[in-house]
């Protein structure tokens, strides 16, 4: 590519181009380096609209070489009701030596995609071994992805899928059951289905918590992903303090996660939070030590997992026939304008 061209890939390129495989180990590898203190802590800019909000995370990481990447997202709730997807935006690649723009890209499969790789590598390292049993609230493309990414790291044997949306959740198992070759089942009693779960994902925009201390039994493993800004709760704040707590973030959790709720409620510090994954993943703290703990990972997303999955497409992109190619820096003359 010309050294002044900047890549343009749309949504279908990047579904081309990531699998939720390689995008999980690239997760894992870069929550690892960031633990291990091999990148500076990624930055995050959240602005509210009347009817949903927009947010930048950017980052700087030096993989095959120097990136920096920043993603900035729409997230709308009633955007169904238009056609519209929830989430949309554009995330763009730099090169972090000399600030050149490499390619711009659209956010919505990277953040689907990043986002459950964060989950099943969660699920990874945090749940049982032998966990069969996995709740998923919210049949959306996150409850989708999160349900393949965790059947990547443990072999499932029946899935409970509950929504508000009934029809959302008979869609779903309708969809997937025979894909996967797994029994899903959808569910009206959430409190039901969680008891008899070894796996709980909560991936939803709710506002007010619908999940809590009485539903979860012992050794369950928790990852409540929808809570991405200081307005959105999926947890009681008391499961979240009678549990061991994982962020993503600790510091990112504290103002825009579940433990953001637990915080303002008196009833945690930022200190009772047990470790941040990539220091699991590093060594640096056990994940489970006894099979009937209570894990609850608190992932908010991070652009660590938007530098890990953009690299990817862009590299690839780059090595095949994908995107176009258009000079953004084109001098135009005064005169011409």
Not at 54 to 61: D, E, L, T
Not at 128 to 157: H, P, W, Y
Not at 162 to 189: C, G, M, R, T
Not at 268 to 296: C, H, N, W
Request: glycine residues 8%; contains cysteine; hydrophobic residues 45%.
């Amino acid at each position: 590519m010309n050294s002044i061209e900047t890549l343009l890939l749309t949504r279908h390129d990047v579904a081309q181009l990531l699998s939720i495989e390689e995008c999980m180990a690239a997760v894992e590898q870069v929550f690892k380096l960031y633990a291990s203190g091999e990148a500076p802590a990624p930055g995050i800019l959240g602005i509210h609209a009347q009817n949903g909000g927009f947010h930048i995370k950017a980052g700087v990481m030096n993989l095959s070489k120097n990136y920096f990447v920043a993603k900035i997202n729409a997230n709308f709730p009633g955007n169904y009701k238009n056609g519209l997807p929830t989430i949309q935006g554009v995330i763009t690649v730099c090169d972090a030596e000399n600030g050149r723009l490499l390619a711009l890209m659209d956010s919505i499969e990277i953040t689907i995609i990043r986002t459950g790789a964060a989950t099943g590598i969660a699920a990874k390292w945090l749940a049982n071994n032998d966990a069969k049993v996995v709740t998923i609230c919210g049949s959306g493309n996150q409850g989708k992805i999160s349900l393949r990414a965790v059947m990547k790291v443990r072999q499932l044997e029946k899935v409970f899928v509950f929504d508000i949306d009934e029809n959302k959740a008979h869609q779903f198992a309708h969809e997937f059951s025979e894909e996967l070759n797994i029994i899903i089942e959808p569910v009206n009693d959430l409190r039901k289905a969680v008891m008899q779960s070894d796996i709980c994902i909560t991936c939803t925009p709710s506002k007010k918590p619908f999940l809590f201390r009485e539903y979860i039994s012992s050794g369950t493993f928790i990852a409540a992903v929808g809570s991405d800004n200081e307005d959105k709760q999926e947890l009681e704040s008391s499961l979240l303090a009678s549990g061991k707590l994982v962020t993503d973030i600790t510091a990112q959790s504290a103002t825009i996660g579940e433990l953001n709720h637990a915080l303002k409620a008196g009833i945690m510090k930022q200190s009772d939070v047990y470790a941040e994954l990539g220091q699991i993943i590093a060594g640096q703290k056990p994940g489970r030590v006894f099979d009937e703990e209570i894990i609850i990972f608190d992932s908010t997303g991070t652009a660590l997992q938007d530098i890990a999955a953009a690299v990817i497409v862009y590299e690839k992109a780059m090595s095949g026939n994908f995107g176009l190619k258009m000079n953004f820096a084109e001098h135009v003359p005064i005169h011409a304008i």
